[in-house]
């Protein structure tokens, strides 16, 4: 269950275990309040009538972890040992993945910074460090995923499916597009909505296809080398428009994203498409 049972730890992509510690508890037990899922909802103050109207609920605060780490031997941590910690737990400011090695059958991860790090003594000696990580999300992640679909003109489809526990049920993934074709249009047919991407303006790789990724959750669509290309250079421009099975032509951009259950698409020109998703849970800090 998590870090109350695991033994080891990794963040930013090292694992607690080289360094030669181990999760325990030192005079405390696991808090396991700052877990997500607590909400509060968003109300106007009511002084004439018998119910105050309420506009939804929201997350209260982000996942945080509260636990302590001692040396596997039960011996006191050098200085060389101290110095080395905290260089690793404190070598971001930004959120990295922090999984713990609890052997579940369904792993989870999050993304989290080490906010807090405070030395525990005993008999003046360093014994082990409290550590505090504060998550960007009130929620856990599944494993990263990768599919990928070749379109041709005989086989266009493909079908993906959405079990995201967002609160509204849409996921927006990112998207990797390789080819050769001047047009690709991508539909949504379960959600009603498509994408136009016109590439004639994209340089092509040695193998005479460009490489675009759409971005779908932060709204950024990138070459191959990361850099950001120009709406424009898309063709999207005041007389855009794309689009969709049902005849109608929509004149916004529409981000592909995916609503919950399973979701069908269809393709218009040839192309790769590389679909990346890690699904948020509602798992707590458990």
Known sequence: ???????????????????????????????????????????????????????????????????SIVKEDGKE???????????????????????????????????????????????????????????????AFSGAEKKTFVITETDNCFYLNNSADTDNGIYYPAVTISTKSDTVVIENVTDQKSVTLHTQKLKADANGNKVLTLDSEHMTVTDNDGRLIPAGDLGWDTDYESAVRS?????????????????TFEVSGACTLTIEYEFPRKAGCL
């Open 1 to 67: 269950m998590s870090f109350i049972t695991a033994h080891s730890f990794i963040f930013n992509g090292l694992n607690s275990a080289d360094f030669g510690v181990t999760i325990g508890w030192i005079d405390s037990q696991a808090d396991v309040s700052a877990n997500g899922l607590n909400r509060e909802l968003k109300k106007t103050a009511c002084t004439n009538k018998t119910k105050s109207n309420v506009y939804g609920a929201e997350t209260a605060e982000p996942i945080s972890f509260h636990f």
């Open 77 to 139: 941590l050098t200085r060389p040992e101290s110095i080395k910690i905290n260089r690793w737990l404190t070598s971001s400011a930004f959120p990295q993945p922090l999984r713990f090695n609890d052997c579940d059958a369904y792993p989870l991860h999050y993304y989290a910074v080490c906010t807090q790090i405070n030395d525990i003594m005993a008999g003046g000696r360093l014994v082990g460090k409290e550590l505090t990580f504060e998550t960007n999300s009130s929620f």
């Open 247 to 263: 005849g109608n032509k929509l004149d916004y951009i529409y981000w592909i994203r995916l609503l919950q259950g399973m979701n």
